[in-house]
Nanobody, 123 residues
Framework: QVQLVESGGGSVQAGGSLRVSCAAS???????MGWFRQAPGKEREVVAT????????AYADSVKGRFTISQDNAKRTLYLQMSSLKPEDTAMYSC?????????????????WGQGTQVTVSS
């Protein structure tokens, strides 16, 4: 089992920055970690993923150059640093973990999910 707990969401004005965190517990190896978001009335979308073995990252086009995903293996924590935030970034942000070594981190299905943390960007 893997437990994921997000934190760090909040409200920020457009152009501002925010960092969300995801603390992982459990002893199963996580091959991929990712951040996803879902806005009201919209489908969940992938924001950024990271392959834990070598730190390889991938980003949605909408956040490239503004968001950075990173991991602290010692703290077993995943981060998403968000800069130049836009109102369209407003969503519930969730982290997820994949225990399978098969497939690309950006496109694969994920096994465990956190509850999410709300990010609201005002114009």
């Amino acid at each position: 089992q893997v437990q994921l707990v997000e934190s760090g969401g909040g409200s920020v004005q457009a152009g501002g920055s925010l960092r969300v965190s995801c603390a992982a517990s459990g002893y199963r190896y996580r091959f991929c970690m990712g951040w996803f978001r879902q806005a009201p009335g919209k489908e969940r979308e992938v924001v950024a993923t990271i392959r834990t073995s070598d730190g390889r990252t991938a980003y949605a086009d909408s956040v490239k150059g503004r968001f950075t995903i990173s991991q602290d293996n010692a703290k077993r924590t995943l981060y998403l640093q968000m800069s130049s935030l836009k109102p369209e970034d407003t969503a519930m942000y969730s982290c997820a973990a994949s225990l399978s070594p098969v497939g690309d981190c950006y496109t694969k299905s994920y096994d465990y999910w956190g509850q999410g943390t709300q990010v609201t960007v005002s114009s």
